[in-house]
């Protein structure tokens, strides 16, 4: 996908299909926020408001208080590519999320998924 069409993208606009994937198997909305707040450090009323706000990837991730540490753990293959791999930290940051959803998805605990 290219980096300047991933870069523009509005969070806002993928979320939904973020808590799609996660409800088609059984999992939450609640899961899917949860997941985000431990990644970015952003409290569920900021994530609320920069989904109303229609914030694109890069402003969202550039902007997130606290990026977990935890998150050089994601290891694994999303969309093809292996996260670990990917050089463009935009890019990158994006893909641990797509990553995480994944894993959540496939019903991992959220123990695992958050790396605990």
Request: charged share 35%; glycine share 6%; with cysteine.
């Amino acid at each position: 996908m290219d980096k300047n069409r991933v870069y523009a993208m509005r969070v806002g606009s993928v979320y939904p299909l973020y808590v799609a994937k996660a409800e088609k198997k059984g999992r939450t909305k609640a899961e899917v926020d949860e997941i985000i707040r431990w990644l970015t450090g952003y409290s569920q009323e900021e994530l609320v408001a920069l989904m109303d706000q229609q914030t694109d990837f890069e402003t969202f991730f550039a902007k997130a208080p606290l990026m977990n540490p935890s998150r050089a753990h994601i290891k694994g293959v999303i969309c093809g590519v292996r996260v670990e791999d990917i050089e463009d930290p935009v890019m990158r940051e994006v893909r641990y999320l797509d990553k995480l959803i994944d894993e959540l998805a496939k019903g991992k605990t959220m123990d695992k998924i958050l790396r605990k």
